[in-house]
Nanobody, 126 residues
Framework: QVQLVESGGGSVQAGGSLRLSCKAS????????MGWFRQAPGKEREGVAS????????YYADSVKGRFTISQDTAKNTVYLQLNSLKPEDTAMYYC???????????????????WGQGTQVTVSS
């Protein structure tokens, strides 16, 4: 049974940093494309970043490019999202997701991802 458990969210001031973790079980992160989405109140869910197994290919939404970094640690079966230079508009619930297969390509679409975590809240104050 595939499970994804996020952690690492919290409240920070603008300019601060957080590192989100997504611990996977029931499969290995080296076998599936993984991604991070976010959803703010009243807004649609937005694909933030994705990574293909092996870490050679990553994708970032324009809104986070240069500030966020997605990575994976196969030994810990965990995917990370490093959030730097945070802005108030980054405030949202952040979700980890996995596709059923190895490959993924932009744009990131929620229906393309089969497995989801419960989310972790990120709040950035000005």
């Amino acid at each position: 049974q595939v499970q994804l458990v996020e952690s690492g969210g919290g409240s920070v001031q603008a300019g601060g940093s957080l590192r989100l973790s997504c611990k996977a079980s029931g499969y290995t992160v080296s076998s599936k494309c993984m991604g991070w989405f976010r959803q703010a109140p009243g807004k649609e869910r937005e694909g933030v970043a994705s990574i293909i197994p092996g870490g050679d290919r990553t994708y970032y939404a324009d809104s986070v490019k240069g500030r966020f970094t997605i990575s994976q640690d196969t030994a810990k079966n965990t995917v990370y999202l490093q959030l730097n230079s945070l802005k108030p508009e980054d405030t949202a619930m952040y979700y980890c997701a996995a596709r059923a297969g190895f490959w993924c390509s932009p744009p990131m679409k929620s229906p393309d991802f089969s497995y989801w975590g419960q989310g972790t809240q990120v709040t950035v104050s000005s």
